[in-house]
Each structure stands twice: as structure tokens, then as C-alpha cells.
């Protein structure tokens, strides 16, 4: 194998990146930290002004976090996989 090969490879994204992502985009975007200047934990724990595809994804990323650790989704897979709907 070339060394090119090797160091060109794409590097390994860590688990429930993809919903992080998201969740961030879419509290960057929300009323409760545009409007009120609330940092991104606040609106989650306060919930006035974030939509509820917010809350949706921070639900889906608890889920994915906890497969993680989950020794039974070794076999089932993470739940990141399915949340690209």
C-alpha cells in the first residue's frame, strides 16, 4: 500500500455526529437563543422558544449516546443510522 494511500484515507467520524450536527443547527436558528441570547443547554432545559425538531433530535441523540455503551446494540447498531430520514 502507497503511503499516499494511507494518509488519505478519511478519518473516522466519532459516533452521533451527524444528530450533534443538527441539533446544533437547528438551536443556532431557534427564537430562545437568537432572540433571548440564552446559550444552547439553557434552551434545552428551559424549552420556551425551541421547536420541537429540536427537542426531537436531542432525544435522538440521548438515544444514540446511550447505544453506544449499550452492549445489546452491538448486534441492533447504532441509532444513528436511521435518523437521516
Given at each position: 500500500m502507497p503511503l499516499s494511500d494511507y494518509f488519505s484515507a478519511?478519518?473516522?467520524r466519532p459516533p452521533c455526529e451527524n444528530i450533534r450536527n443538527k441539533l446544533k443547527?437547528?438551536?443556532y436558528f431557534s427564537d430562545c437563543?437568537?432572540?433571548d441570547k440564552k446559550s444552547?443547554?439553557?434552551c434545552l432545559e428551559g424549552?420556551?422558544?425551541v421547536p420541537d425538531e429540536c427537542r426531537h433530535l436531542a432525544q435522538q441523540l440521548y438515544l444514540c449516546k446511550r447505544s453506544v455503551f449499550d452492549p445489546r446494540f452491538r448486534i441492533q447498531g447504532r441509532k444513528d443510522e436511521f435518523?437521516?430520514?
Open positions: 478519511e478519518r473516522k443547527d437547528c438551536l437563543y437568537t432572540r444552547m443547554r439553557e424549552g420556551e422558544g435518523t437521516d430520514k
